[in-house]
């Protein structure tokens, strides 16, 4: 009767009544633990539980002898028991909800501790000189064995400067290393391409690196008409070494047959913009 009473207390959240009563009955006619575990596809501890929770005797070894699984045999239980635990959990029986659930810095002290504890420490003198040093003469590439003060020989700088003076493949090498740097288009020129596509005007955009001439990289052009078009913001473009580059750029371009316009943030309004770009429409 006490075994009863108690079974009606104790509510499981893998079994039902009628299960605990057949687990109880099995374990009193001295079927083994792994053996109820496995007709009911859950692990042992489950059947402990509820033997506990009975305060039945439990006879022998509180753990079953896991030399009886093999590993794959171990492996498939799991995976049952884990469908079974997902099976309740979609059901609503049982609520496996974190511990920290509504819960912040200012209303719980664990919670507070483990957020203080993940605030990065800047690192001490001593720290960064045993760092420096177990990192001393490492390298992760046989590319950068150079650096342990080995110099390059000079046959390798010799056909790397001979590569370089090629016009071709030193645009290509600038082209591939632009576009490493993932540029995008930044506000100014988004207001130029939108109106290029509004008025299908002839132009496209490069300023990601498509295009290099003698080493600068313009921003738009139109190769029918040998057309620049360049975006120069009053802050970059004032200062006196860009000033020069500028130059550079601008008579670079010229040697190679194209015409520059130059935009600047007061050209920008769509009236001053259909001056400039307006005979770079397309013919419809």
Not at 75 to 85: G, M, P, T, W, Y
Request: aromatic share 8%.
């Amino acid at each position: 009767m006490e075994v009863q009473e108690k079974m009606k207390e104790y509510k499981s959240k893998y079994f039902s009544e009628k299960d605990e009563q057949n687990i109880c009955k099995m374990y009193g006619e001295k079927v083994p633990v792994h053996e109820i575990a496995k007709r009911y596809h859950h692990n042992h501890w489950c059947i402990y539980k509820i033997l506990r929770k009975y305060n039945l005797k439990i006879l022998g070894r509180k753990t079953p002898n896991h030399v009886r699984f093999s590993k794959d045999k171990c492996n498939e239980l799991s995976s049952v028991i884990s469908k079974r635990a997902k099976e309740l959990v979609h059901q609503g029986k049982i609520n496996i909800a974190g511990w920290n659930k509504n819960l912040t810095k200012e209303t719980s002290e664990g919670v507070k501790k483990i957020s203080l504890s993940k605030i990065a420490k800047p690192r001490s003198k001593v720290c960064k000189e045993k760092i420096s040093l177990a990192n001393k003469n490492k390298h992760n590439s046989p590319a950068t064995e150079f650096k342990k003060g080995n110099k390059i020989p000079a046959e390798v700088l010799n056909k790397l400067s001979l590569k370089w003076q090629d016009e071709a493949y030193r645009e290509r090498m600038l082209s591939l290393l632009g576009k490493a740097w993932s540029k995008k288009p930044n506000k100014p020129e988004k207001i130029i391409i939108n109106f290029v596509k509004q008025n299908n005007i002839n132009l496209i955009y490069t300023g990601n690196w498509d295009k290099v001439i003698s080493g600068f990289n313009p921003d738009f052009i139109n190769e029918d008409k040998k057309i620049i078009v360049e975006f120069n913001g009053k802050y970059w473009h004032s200062k006196p070494q860009v000033v020069e580059r500028d130059k550079r750029k601008l008579s670079a371009y010229l040697s190679k047959g194209y015409k520059t316009i130059i935009l600047n943030e007061d050209d920008l309004s769509e009236a001053v913009l259909k001056n400039k770009l307006m005979e770079l429409k397309n013919e419809t």
